[in-house]
């Protein structure tokens, strides 16, 4: 009984711990290819949500083995990061050789049931991998290219949705995407930054192009295009016939959105995670909870 009692704390440790291998918090990210379906007002269909879901599982496991393949290929310099020194591989608290097996068999899952969901969608899948593992194994000491490889792996998410959902991705859909994924980025380098200014360790080399003057310019720059872009995409001839002439209302709390995260990024220095941010700051919750609630209002009830 003892030995049974003593053995699930260490089970459940174990499991902890694969938990932030496979940065299941990062799984947020993947929610992107639900929204080509929710534009088109079409989220809330049975027969659009079901592929929509088994996809985001399919770019979950592909995300996850990625993320094990960069920490197997940073264990070195990660070790040396005042933050990136605690992750699981890292501090040697989970096997390297167990990641690595769990990283082959989530390349190979994800891949054959993206297949399975749907063909052209596979390809989506392999894309958004062969593009993480050529930043993983290089790409992303370049920099400015490895802010456009990450970028790219938010479109591909966005465009690979509106396949599943079976609906046009608008040009408009497709910058705002990019730009927003950009700005998250680029708020991410600023953070490597700040961080390496106040541990004195270096950061990688691509981080090492930036300087936190020019960041916080194309952070100002940025935020500016994707509120235009927002507003532009609002009352385009093509969203008013579908939705109505009401959608430019929840430009509103995109405008809050970005000056929040700005407000995070510039005054706190705190734009280390997007992920955490959004699952911490309350203020970010509500302006996200209530554009999601405006834009369905808008496009199902009025």
Not at 9 to 28: E, G, K, N, T, Y
Not at 123 to 143: C, E, P, Q, R
Not at 165 to 188: G, Y
Request: with cysteine.
């Amino acid at each position: 009984m003892l030995v049974f009692t003593y053995r699930i704390p260490i089970a459940l440790a174990w499991i902890i711990r694969l938990f932030f291998v496979l940065r299941v918090h990062h799984w947020i990210k993947n929610l992107f290819i639900f929204i080509p379906g929710f534009f088109a007002g079409v989220i809330l269909d049975i027969e659009v949500i079901i592929p929509l879901f088994k996809g985001f599982l399919c770019f979950c496991m592909m995300s996850s083995a990625i993320y094990v393949l960069n920490d197997y290929n940073d264990l070195e310099t990660d070790r040396l990061h005042p933050k990136k020194k605690n992750r699981p591989l890292a501090s040697g608290k989970f096997s390297v050789t167990t990641a690595l097996i769990i990283m082959a068999l989530l390349f190979i899952a994800s891949i054959t049931w993206a297949f399975i969901v749907k063909p052209q969608f596979a390809y989506f899948i392999i894309a958004y991998g062969l593009v993480n593992i050529g930043y993983s194994f290089g790409l992303k000491h370049v920099s400015l290219l490895d802010i456009f490889l990450v970028s790219s792996g938010f479109v591909l998410r966005t465009v690979s949705g509106g396949i599943l959902a079976d609906v046009f991705v608008s040009e408009w859909l497709i910058i705002m995407v990019f730009l927003l994924s950009i700005f998250l980025a680029f708020a991410k380098r600023r953070d490597d930054l700040v961080l390496s200014q106040k541990s004195g360790v270096l950061p990688r080399m691509s981080v090492r192009q930036y300087s936190v003057e020019f960041v916080n310019t194309c952070l100002s720059l940025i935020s500016g295009i994707i509120v235009v872009s927002y507003i532009m995409y609002t009352v385009s001839e093509q969203v008013i016939e579908r939705t109505g002439h009401h959608l430019y209302a929840t430009s509103i709390f995109v405008f809050a959105g970005m000056l929040r995260y700005l407000q995070i990024t510039l005054v706190k220095n705190d734009s280390g995670s997007p992920t955490k941010i959004l699952l911490t700051d309350r203020f970010l919750q509500i302006v996200v909870l209530g554009w999601i609630a405006s834009f369905l209002i808008i496009i199902y009830w009025l």
